[in-house]
């Protein structure tokens, strides 16, 4: 059974911030010791790890979910929690980091390329943090945040800059065994390769990669054969060589007809259009196989297809293709060796952007309005929150205020004793609204230490 795995779903965890420590310093003759809680350590991250060493994510088949360890609790004395440990994941050049609808969120390519999938989450303030001028001594500290889970699918696409394409049992594994020492599976029965196979070839000063791609028949773009689940690996080639085979046994085959039904399934897959393409006219050492290639070699040229009468078998012609696919090769190496400079997009926030957004629905079951609060700040400081200790609730009122949450929900329409919940979904944290003064009805409300309400009395 083969061992090799190019696409898995992976369940990435990162660990959970260690939570914050609400002490006091105790000390003889120092009964004002003041607050001495350390913050939690950090939630280990869930890493990617580009390593040249591994060639395929058979790992993660077996292994799928993957969790990093959580950072430890605060202490007092101001010591602070350990930060949890990152799970380093080391996968194959070439592997592509998808999420389930599709979208593309990381192309690893090149040794020690790395990507958080999954990133820890933060550590909670201890006492001694949250201490200012105006609340010198807290009595609570701030809870560690959860870290994030990731369901993301892995796919490989191989790092090759030569594939072979061609019809099963054309010879394309043994052309690989004749131009590298690689030693794929090699047998005169359909489907003998199961698995891309990969080949270094060196011609000249040119040392490259050569590819495989097994099953393509008819249809394969569509599900046929193997061809959809390995044409991924030919994405990133440089060179397309058709090999075909010009001694084929069977009545229905014919060397242009192949070459035209491999060209359309790779149409149909999309993207390859650009590639320069070569022709083998491989099993020459057979006299059939020649007089065929003598009668094809011409067409082809027609077309603008340098065609090379080869043998994997006597070696004969493979020189002549090795060198011209190494000119291919380099030349597309010199066309593409420009580095673009590394851009980083900075895309500022809106100047009426408030990091935050307030929505009115209805409640699914009494029908009455209640207020969604959605955004990054608030919805973590909800789940930073120890709401079984009252300052700690009364902390983050004071932080909701200052962002400007409760004016907004007092635009809204929401009057005290509405419905709020900050976060999406059900999982968001449901209160009953209670104003501070400074979020109130200022329709009364004159300058600073007046008020308009006591007027007349």
């Known amino acids: 059974m083969t061992t090799f795995v190019d696409r ?3 369940h990435a965890t990162a660990g959970d911030g260690g939570h914050g420590c609400a002490s006091v310093h105790r000390e003889k003759f120092k009964p004002l010791g003041g607050p001495d809680g350390g913050n939690g350590g950090r939630g280990g991250n869930v890493v990617l790890f580009v390593d040249p060493s591994v060639t395929t994510l058979i790992g993660f088949h077996h292994r799928p979910h993957q969790r990093a360890t959580s950072g430890k609790p605060g202490q007092g004395s101001n010591r602070n929690g350990a930060d949890g ?3 380093i994941l080391s996968v194959p050049d070439g592997t592509v980091v998808m999420s389930h609808d599709g979208e593309t969120l990381a192309d690893l390519t090149g040794a020690g390329t790395t990507y958080v999938v999954a990133r820890g989450g933060r550590g909670g303030l201890g006492n001694a943090a949250l201490a200012s001028q105006r609340r010198k001594a807290p009595g609570f500290a701030l809870k560690g ?5 990731r369901e993301v699918a892995l796919e490989l696409k191989s790092v090759a800059d030569v594939a072979l394409v061609g019809y099963p049992s054309a010879g394309k594994s043994s052309l690989i065994a004749a131009l590298s020492s690689a030693r794929p599976k090699i047998a005169d029965y359909p489907f003998t390769t199961l698995v891309p196979n990969l080949g270094v070839v060196t011609a000249g000063d040119v040392t490259y990669t050569i590819a495989d791609v097994p099953g393509l028949i008819p249809g394969a773009s569509e599900g046929r054969g193997l061809g959809l689940e390995f044409l991924r690996h030919i994405e990133r080639c440089s060179v397309i060589v058709h090999v075909i085979d010009a001694a084929s046994l069977e009545s229905d085959r014919e060397p242009l007809a192949d070459l035209d039904i491999i060209e359309a399934e790779l149409a149909a897959y999309g993207g390859l259009a650009d590639r320069p393409r070569l022709v083998a006219l491989n099993k020459v050492d057979l006299p059939d196989g020649r007089l065929v290639a003598d009668m094809v070699a011409p067409l082809l040229a027609e077309r603008g297809l340098p065609a090379f009468e080869v043998s994997a078998l006597s070696h004969e012609g493979l020189r002549e293709l090795s060198f011209a696919m190494a000119a291919l090769v380099a030349e597309h190496r010199v066309a593409t060796a420009e580095v673009t400079p590394t851009r980083i997009i900075i895309t500022p926030p809106a100047v009426d952007d408030a990091g935050f957004d307030v929505s009115r629905e209805l ?3 009494t029908g009455e309005p209640l207020y969604r609060v959605t955004g990054t700040r608030p919805e973590r400081w909800v789940r930073q ?11 983050l009122a004071d932080r909701l ?6 004016e907004r929900l007092l635009a809204e329409g929401a009057s005290p004793g509405s419905t709020v919940v900050i976060g999406p979904g059900d999982d968001g944290v449901v209160f009953d609204w209670e104003p501070t003064i400074s979020a109130g009805d200022t329709s009364d409300r004159g300058p600073r230490g007046t008020d308009r309400r006591l007027e007349g009395w």
């Open 8 to 10: 898995v779903d992976l």
């Open 85 to 87: 440990s990152d799970v």
């Open 145 to 149: 945040e959860p870290g994030e889970h």
């Open 363 to 365: 409640h699914p079951e």
């Open 385 to 395: 929150t120890d709401f079984a200790n009252e300052e700690a609730v009364g902390y």
């Open 401 to 406: 205020a200052r962002l400007g949450v409760e």
